[in-house]
């Protein structure tokens, strides 16, 4: 048995519930292989974010946001 028979049978077997979410599923994979994919990378975007920013307000910026972020975001003490 092939693939596609072996699909056929489980489509068959199935409730109509599963069968929903199983269309669902072949629907976002096709559409996911038809789109094409320019993923950049994270420090690219980043890059993009912040071009216009003048050089005087990044340098404002805290230099530990990622280790202090629930300070910077909740007001929580520093560690």
Not at 25 to 40: A, E, S, Y
Request: charge should be negative; include cysteine.
């Amino acid at each position: 048995m092939n693939i596609k028979e072996r699909i056929l049978q489980e489509i068959e077997d199935s409730s109509p519930i599963l069968l929903e979410e199983f269309l669902d599923f072949i629907l976002f994979t096709k559409q996911r292989r038809q789109t094409p994919t320019n993923h950049k990378p994270i420090w690219e975007i980043a890059a993009e974010l912040t071009c216009d920013i003048p050089p005087e307000i990044l340098a404002t910026l805290p230099t530990d946001g990622a280790e202090q972020h629930d300070h910077y975001l909740y007001g929580t003490p520093k560690h």
